[in-house]
């Protein structure tokens, strides 16, 4: 595993740098050795914050912890990783798919989540959906109370999504075919 660690209002000191290589190594076991993973810290009014992300064939294994404590976090962030990668395990299995980065003894460990970790579908939604401008797509999510709107962008005729982020400003997710 290749690690890409960044600081964004810190210094990552070799300190840091071995705590996070030593706690997130140990998810070495699950990973092809050309696997990289991308390390985000960052320090913002005392909050001290790790954001890890890891592309694996097709998806995306993200975790992001805020603590008082850098350690704290890269402790926190590395259990989130771990319970994701089983769940991601166990849908590769349930599918019977090829998980691209991962080893063959990922799949062959017996550490499968309990029944009620599984993720289940309790209600679908359908609604009609008319062209509109993401600005237009704010207002809707605004005007309906919700924090993200599935709407049809009237410029790039795609399904976007505009979502309401922590600092009260908006965003805009729009899909990227490989």
Same mark, same amino acid.
């Given at each position: 595993?290749? @690690?890409?660690?960044?600081?964004?209002?810190? !210094?990552?000191?070799?300190?840091?740098?071995?705590?996070?290589?030593?706690?997130? %190594?140990?998810?070495?076991? +699950?990973?092809?050795?050309?696997? $990289?993973?991308?390390?985000?810290?960052?320090?913002?009014? %005392?909050?001290?914050?790790?954001?890890?992300?890891?592309?694996?064939?097709?998806?995306?294994?993200?975790?992001?912890?805020?603590?008082?404590? /850098? +350690?704290?976090?890269?402790?926190?962030? $590395?259990?989130?990783?771990?319970?994701?990668?089983?769940? +991601?395990?166990?849908?590769?299995? $349930?599918?019977?798919?090829?998980?691209?980065?991962?080893?063959?003894?990922? +799949?062959?460990?017996? !550490?499968?989540?309990?029944?009620?970790?599984?993720?289940?579908?309790?209600?679908?939604?359908? @609604? %009609?959906?008319?062209? /509109?401008?993401? $600005?237009?797509?704010?207002?809707? /999510? !605004?005007?309906?109370?919700?924090?993200? @709107?599935? @709407?049809?962008?009237?410029?790039? !005729?795609?399904?976007?999504?505009?979502?309401?982020?922590?600092? %009260?400003?908006?965003?805009?997710?729009?899909?990227?075919?490989?």
């Amino acid at each position: 595993m290749t @690690f890409i660690i960044i600081g964004k209002n810190i !210094d990552v000191t070799p300190g840091l740098k071995e705590a996070v290589e030593h706690k997130l %190594g140990k998810l070495e076991r +699950y990973f092809t050795p050309d696997t $990289e993973i991308h390390v985000t810290l960052s320090v913002q009014k %005392g909050r001290q914050k790790i954001e890890v992300t890891i592309p694996v064939k097709g998806d995306i294994i993200r975790s992001e912890q805020v603590s008082s404590d /850098m +350690y704290v976090s890269i402790d926190l962030v $590395e259990e989130v990783i771990e319970r994701q990668l089983r769940k +991601y395990k166990n849908k590769l299995i $349930e599918r019977h798919q090829e998980g691209g980065n991962f080893k063959q003894e990922f +799949y062959e460990t017996e !550490d499968m989540i309990p029944e009620e970790d599984e993720v289940k579908i309790v209600r679908t939604k359908r @609604f %009609g959906i008319k062209p /509109m401008y993401p $600005e237009d797509a704010c207002v809707q /999510m !605004d005007l309906l109370g919700h924090d993200f @709107f599935v @709407f049809c962008n009237a410029e790039t !005729d795609e399904v976007n999504v505009v979502y309401r982020r922590k600092n %009260g400003s908006f965003g805009l997710i729009e899909p990227e075919f490989n």
